[in-house]
């Protein structure tokens, strides 16, 4: 026997023979007998206790495991079947902003140690795993791999603590959930549940139906597929008759928030009584479903509540049929680039000229809006707004471009960060400032903010600057991120960065090339200084025939080149140019060669390139409208 397929079933046969010698029957053999009852939430209950939200709730196996084994034994008292391990969060991406992530084996034995101990022979217990808080690629920046290895190790621990089957809890995709599932299996042959989250509309994040996900979840082997969290007991009926009209060899699973929460007197409430939770318990076994529980906001009285109307009787299967869906409106037509923005309508015909801005520190726009006009003037063709440049915290760049277009009539190019904003903030904000009138949106990634003013701010990352491109081609199609339709397309002139100076030159162009298949429509590099640089980049991406822009920062002096290369990311000074600048000395003669080097870059770029923007130190217009002097 291979050593892995041994490990597999020497872990299989610890969990029946625990199960056995407990007096409890085996998962399996307690699906075929009837309805099994799960416990209810955790995080409620250890909120409740006075845990306070921004603690790491699975490292209180360690710290405070009389507090978890006390809530898993009211569950066991309550009549539940199943105990779920106090490990949601316990893997690697969840624990190590904490500071934990080198003891996620540890968290893990210790969760399904405490739960043994509280299920005293009376229940079995389930490994807890769930999601890993972020996409996978090709949305976020998290690799299919990385995700399996991540779930690898957690379900080690947990098998380590003799657990009796798994519960992969509410999976945001069936990619994660497809991760979770290969790591288990890769492990042992215990039971597997795995349960999805759905939204409002009935799928989940990404658009994947009820049914999508029980045919998909069938071919992976599991003992039950069902629902979890995010909705309450109506709409997650409505949803696991949708699974059970699709079902055919696996059995189902329910465990709804109890309702939506309240905030009452500072803290958050769940409304749904123990006694509304059963009377849909009653509801689930009758559409079908095998394994009951709770979620978010469940309670120890809920799940006494459960198991009272689960042994109450378990009325036959009530046949369900679902009219067939009506066929979803098809998405709209999407708007053409030359009706997009002046800008779209101008790159690619004429050599265009964008001069980039950061906004103010305060909330007082005058200045910016006063050099804004100056650039109008001077024939620039549009502003670009940074986005909280260098992680600091500044006026919203998506504001300022508001005040730009209306103050000014100005085309503005808004810099949009992957960092500040989660999935639901990012698609909000998109279609706020395309109904304000922005349409140029850059898609930028973001500096960390420990390079900024607040280094313990939280970073966000969801997505990186291509799963971003995506959100967006998703709008520009009529529909939001899940597939659902939002009414008529929008018209984003979507945007994405390029690094012609960095070191590792195949990879930029490798995700310069992902970012246009995903929907880029124009590139703006960062600053470049070498004529030979622009021309080797240039070649080398011709083949995506969208325009270029290329970036050119003129520099300030000595002191701000040697700035720029050593302490922004991103940046890099030629040492030629740098020594340049040493010799132009300060003061004007400084300004001087900094404009004429940047010029130089700047007639390279006219010859091959389809537009510039100019980056001016300290928000100088004036040394930008210089730099363009040479274009006539």
Excluded at 224 to 243: D, F, I, Y
Excluded at 325 to 330: L, S, V
Aim: a negative charge; aromatic letters at 6%.
């Amino acid at each position: 026997m291979a050593a892995a397929t041994r490990a597999r079933y020497t872990a299989s046969i610890m969990g029946e023979t625990k199960a056995q010698a407990s007096g409890v029957k085996p998962f399996l053999e307690r699906l075929r007998d009837g309805v099994v009852v799960c416990d209810g939430a955790m995080g409620t209950m250890l909120y409740s206790r006075g845990v306070f939200v921004n603690r790491c709730f699975d490292e209180l196996n360690l710290s405070n495991p009389g507090l978890v084994q006390g809530i898993h034994q009211e569950y066991v008292e309550s009549g539940a079947d199943v105990v779920e391990t106090n490990t949601f969060g316990a893997h690697r991406f969840k624990l190590g902003p904490h500071g934990f992530e080198g003891q996620v084996v540890k968290i893990n034995r210790e969760g399904a140690r405490i739960a043994r101990a509280a299920a005293q022979g009376q229940a079995l217990v389930a490994g807890s795993i769930g999601p890993l808080g972020k996409p996978l690629e090709p949305f976020g920046n998290i690799a299919f791999d990385d995700a399996v290895a991540a779930y690898r190790e957690q379900a080690q621990g947990l098998v380590e603590g003799g657990v009796d089957l798994f519960l992969l809890e509410t999976m945001p995709s069936l990619d994660q959930a497809r991760a979770a599932v290969t790591a288990v299996q890769t492990l042992s042959e215990l039971p597997i549940v795995v349960s999805l989250t759905f939204n409002e509309e009935g799928t989940t994040a990404y658009g994947e139906k009820p049914e999508d996900v029980v045919r998909t979840a069938e071919e992976w082997d599991v003992a039950v597929v069902g629902a979890n969290c995010s909705q309450g007991p109506q709409q997650m009926l409505e949803t696991v008759k949708r699974m059970a009209a699709a079902a055919s060899r696996v059995k189902l699973s329910a465990m709804p928030n109890a309702g939506a929460p309240a905030l009452i007197d500072g803290r958050y409430v769940y409304l749904c009584t123990p006694e509304y939770m059963a009377s849909y318990a009653r509801r689930f076994i009758a559409a079908g479903v095998s394994v009951v529980g709770g979620c978010c906001g469940t309670t120890p009285p809920h799940i006494r509540n459960l198991v009272r109307s689960v042994r109450m009787g378990q009325p036959a299967r009530e046949v369900v049929t679902l009219e067939a869906p009506a066929r979803a409106k098809e998405a709209p037509a999407p708007i053409p680039r030359d009706d997009k923005s002046p800008l779209a309508r101008k790159l690619g015909k004429q050599f265009v000229v964008s001069v980039e801005l950061d906004p103010p520190k305060g909330a007082d726009p005058g200045r910016i809006i006063d050099r804004a006009q100056y650039c109008k003037e001077n024939e620039i063709d549009a502003i670009n707004v940074a986005d909280g440049p260098r992680a600091s915290a500044r006026m919203s760049a998506q504001s300022l471009c508001v005040l730009l277009q209306n103050k000014v009539g100005i085309d503005t190019i808004l810099h949009y960060t992957c960092r500040d904003r989660n999935l639901l903030g990012i698609q909000s904000d998109l279609l706020g400032a395309y109904a304000l009138g922005l349409r140029n949106i850059l898609a930028i990634t973001g500096d960390p903010p420990k390079l900024g003013d607040y280094p313990d701010a939280t970073a966000v990352y969801d997505v990186d600057s291509i799963g971003l491109i995506r959100i967006m081609d998703h709008l520009n199609h009529g529909c939001d991120l899940a597939g659902n339709l939002i009414g008529p397309a929008l018209g984003i002139h979507i945007g994405c960065g390029a690094d012609p100076s960095k070191p590792d030159w195949d990879k930029e162009i490798r995700r310069l090339e992902e970012k246009v298949k995903a929907g880029a429509e124009y590139v703006m590099t960062q600053p470049v200084y070498d004529p030979a640089t622009v021309e080797r980049f240039l070649s080398a991406v011709r083949h995506l025939q969208v325009p270029i822009m290329i970036g050119i920062l003129p520099l300030y002096s000595h002191r701000n080149a040697e700035f720029l290369h050593n302490e922004v990311p991103g940046m890099r000074i030629p040492d030629d140019i740098r020594e340049r600048m040493h010799k132009a000395g300060s003061g004007e003669k400084a300004q001087l060669e900094g404009v004429a080097i940047a010029q130089e870059a700047l007639l390279a770029a006219r010859e091959l390139a389809q537009g510039t923007y100019i980056m001016p130190p300290f928000n100088k217009v004036e040394l930008a409208v210089r730099v363009i002097e040479p274009l006539g």
